[in-house]
C-alpha cells in the first residue's frame, strides 16, 4: 500500500510565498511523475506542475514563472515553491505520485488528502 502526505499550506498576503512538500510512503520500488493539482471554490481540479524522474517539469501557464517544482527522488518527496502568490492561487492542493511501481509489481496512481492555500487580497 501507497500513502502520500502533503504539508505546507496555510494563509498568505499577496505577493508572499509558500512552500509546500509531499512525501510518498509505502512498498514502492519507484515513482515515474509526481505532480502538484489545485482546486478551488467551485471549480475543476486542475493542473499546476509536474516532475518526472528524470526531472522533466511541466507547469500551468497561470503559475510559469512564480511556481518551482522539485523533486528527491531517494525520498520519494516533491517540493513546490510557490512565490509572488495571488488571490487566484486559493485553493486545496493535492499531490499526485503518478506510476508508481511497488514491490508487488502493481503499478498505481495515488492521490494526498490536500492542503489548502489561502492568499488575500
Known amino acids: 500500500q501507497v500513502q502520500v502526505v502533503e504539508s505546507g499550506g496555510g494563509l498568505v498576503q499577496a505577493g508572499g510565498s509558500l512552500r509546500l512538500s509531499c512525501t510518498a510512503s509505502g512498498s514502492i520500488v519507484r515513482i515515474e511523475a509526481m505532480g502538484w493539482y489545485r482546486q478551488a471554490p467551485g471549480r475543476q481540479r486542475e493542473l499546476v506542475a509536474t516532475?518526472?524522474?528524470?526531472?522533466?517539469?511541466n507547469y500551468a501557464q497561470s503559475v510559469e514563472g512564480r511556481f518551482s517544482i522539485s523533486r528527491d527522488n531517494a525520498q520519494n518527496t516533491v517540493y513546490l515553491q510557490m512565490n509572488s502568490l495571488k488571490p487566484e492561487d486559493t485553493g486545496v492542493y493535492y499531490c499526485?505520485?503518478?506510476?508508481?511501481?511497488?514491490?508487488?509489481?502493481?503499478?498505481?496512481?495515488?492521490w494526498g488528502q490536500g492542503t489548502l492555500v489561502t492568499v488575500s487580497s
Open positions: 499526485n505520485a503518478d506510476r508508481v511501481v511497488t514491490t508487488a509489481r502493481v503499478q498505481l496512481t495515488v
Open positions: 516532475i518526472t524522474s528524470s526531472g522533466w517539469t
